[in-house]
């Protein structure tokens, strides 16, 4: 197979660009990305594709995102968790339930969100990651994210610390270390990321994903390219004629949808992405080259 997806579950250590370099010596391409970065702590879900594959990863980039993680409330850190230094810390065992709950339960809807510093996210052409590696001290602007759920599993009053493992459905953008960190400071005892794990990106959970060592045995079946389109996008059948006239780059009769649709032909193959304009269905990208 040249073109399709396969979801991985990245395991804690690697970075997601360890994740596609495997992906490119088992997929046998160059032509290999993924959906959605993953920090070296985390694990979980990590869809890659490959081929005209990568050319769909935006939109399932866009999608949203499950997690479950654990939140450390007493210290904070440099990097909000745990894999930075401790800049403070408090005697948090003493937290009740119910203030961790009222805290969180203000988080849940579109709200605006402060990423970490210690983030991939660009400033002046830099990461912000490496801009704080080279000593700069600073905040990021606050970002519109939504969060839809946000559901408390346990909480563990430990000796010095409190420690609540999490649940949480959101838009693309949400940082999880930005909750911990933001329950912290609301508390005033600080807070960071212990653990964090993503089970799902759009469409793809858990139970889709092979584990890296399969990746690295190339033990897997990818997913195709037309199945993916189908669980994406909201779909358009095409006759023969309109394969025909999409692979030239042509548009169709409007669709009367307002997101894109994945234009599927008679033998289930994916020709382009549609997006009207009030009069026509537009290719915004043909995956079927004319004959």
Do not use: W
């Not at 290999?32 to 490959?50: C, N, Q, S, W, Y």
Request: hydrophobic residues 40%; neutral net charge.
């Amino acid at each position: 197979m040249t073109d399709g997806f396969l979801v991985v579950d990245k395991a804690g250590g690697m970075t997601s660009h360890d994740v596609v370099a495997v992906g490119r010596k088992a997929l046998g391409t160059r032509k290999v990305g993924h959906a959605g970065t993953l920090d070296p702590m985390a694990t979980g879900v990590l869809v890659l594709g490959f081929g005209n594959g990568t050319r769909l990863l935006q939109y399932i980039t866009d999608g949203d995102k499950s997690y479950v993680a654990t939140i450390v409330l007493g210290a904070s850190t440099v990097t909000d968790d745990k894999e930075g230094e401790v800049i403070a810390t408090t005697h948090a065992a003493d937290v009740t339930d119910g203030e961790i709950a009222r805290v969180l339960k203000t988080m849940v809807g579109t709200i605006a969100q402060r990423p970490s510093s210690v983030s991939a996210v660009k400033v002046g052409g830099e990461r912000a990651y490496d801009r704080v590696r080279a000593g700069e001290k600073f905040e990021l602007g606050s970002r519109q994210i939504t969060i839809s759920q946000l559901d408390i599993l346990a909480i563990r009053h430990l000796a010095a610390t409190t420690e609540v493992d999490i649940e949480v459905t959101c838009s693309a953008g949400t940082f999880i270390r930005a909750i911990a960190r933001d329950l912290g400071e609301a508390l005033k005892v600080g807070g960071h990321l212990s653990a964090l794990r993503r089970t799902r990106v759009a469409g793809f959970s858990e139970k889709d994903a092979v584990s890296f060592q399969d990746l690295k045995d190339q033990k897997f079946t990818p997913l195709k390219l037309a199945d993916v389109a189908r669980v994406t996008f909201s779909v358009r059948e095409l006759t023969l004629e309109e394969v025909t006239e999409l692979s030239f780059g042509r548009p169709l009769s409007e669709n009367g949808a307002t997101s894109i649709t994945a234009a599927m032909s008679p033998d289930n193959r994916l020709i382009a992405l549609l997006k009207d304009d009030g009069i026509h269905a537009k290719p915004i990208a043909v995956f079927a080259a004319a004959n």
